[in-house]
């Protein structure tokens, strides 16, 4: 069984301000976790991806994530918001034993403070 | 890039219509899936497909619901009697090789059922 939660509904950060949206996992084998943005009426955009290489990933835009298993975690970073970086942000975990389905947190609404 | 092309882009359908949503995957990608966004949920998995059959479903893609490769570069979703309930955000992925797990997102769909 896989699982994700993330712990925010809604954040909002001031511009030039750091970023953190926070996500927890549950995960019967070694999992792949993933960040996805999807803005106003968009698709869902992959930001980075965790696959048991480097725990600390960097992705577009500024972002990074690092994945700590001794706390079932893959949060979220930024060091400086912008404002196109408001969002709804997406985690989602992939167990890697033949499991095909992407399981999605219920996301994170960032809102940016001009 | 390469990207996944889904059309149309927003469809209107009377309740009991069939519908058919329409997705180029990326090219020479080999595993194909659909996942649905009612508003203001979580993304939710409905169904992969490889090899020209599903390779898994969830309790969503029930009868009413069924997914085609017509050609080798169409990938369909077909809901044969649409309800209320239907009325989403579809969105079809796809995958390259089986030691690759990053799915590629299209932009969507948005089926309203009236």
């Known amino acids: 069984a896989q699982s994700v939660t993330q712990l925010d509904s809604h954040v909002s950060v001031s511009e030039g301000t750091p970023v953190l949206l926070r996500c927890n996992y549950s995960?019967?084998?070694?999992?792949?976790l993933f960040w996805y943005v999807q803005h106003p009426n968009k698709g869902l955009q992959l930001l980075l991806k965790?696959?048991?290489?480097?725990?600390l990933v960097k992705g577009i835009n500024g972002f990074e994530a690092e994945f700590k298993k001794s706390e079932t975690s893959f949060h979220l970073t930024k060091p400086s918001a912008h404002m196109s970086d408001a969002a709804e942000y997406f985690c989602?975990?992939?167990?890697?034993?033949?499991?095909?389905?992407?399981?999605f947190g219920t996301g994170t609404r960032l809102t940016i403070i001009p | 890039e390469p990207e996944v092309t889904q059309t149309p882009s927003h469809q209107v359908t009377q309740m009991g219509q069939e519908v058919i949503l329409r997705c180029v995957p990326i090219?020479?990608?080999?595993?194909f899936y659909w996942y649905r966004q009612i508003l203001g949920q979580k993304v939710e998995f409905l169904v992969s497909?490889?090899?020209?059959?599903?390779?898994?479903k969830s309790e969503i893609f029930d009868d009413q619901f069924s997914v085609e490769r017509p050609d080798g570069s169409n990938f369909t979703l077909k809901i044969r009697s649409t309800k209320l309930e239907d009325s989403a955000m579809y969105f079809c992925?796809?995958?390259?090789?089986?030691?690759?797990?990053?799915?590629?997102f299209g932009p969507g769909t948005r089926l309203t059922v009236l």
């Open positions: 992925a796809s995958r390259g090789r089986r030691n690759t797990d990053t799915q590629y």
């Open positions: 995960s019967s084998y070694s999992p792949s």
């Open positions: 965790y696959t048991s290489a480097a725990t």
């Open positions: 989602a975990v992939i167990s890697n034993f033949g499991n095909e389905k992407l399981t």
């Open positions: 090219s020479n990608h080999l595993y």
């Open positions: 497909f490889y090899n020209n059959e599903i390779s898994e």
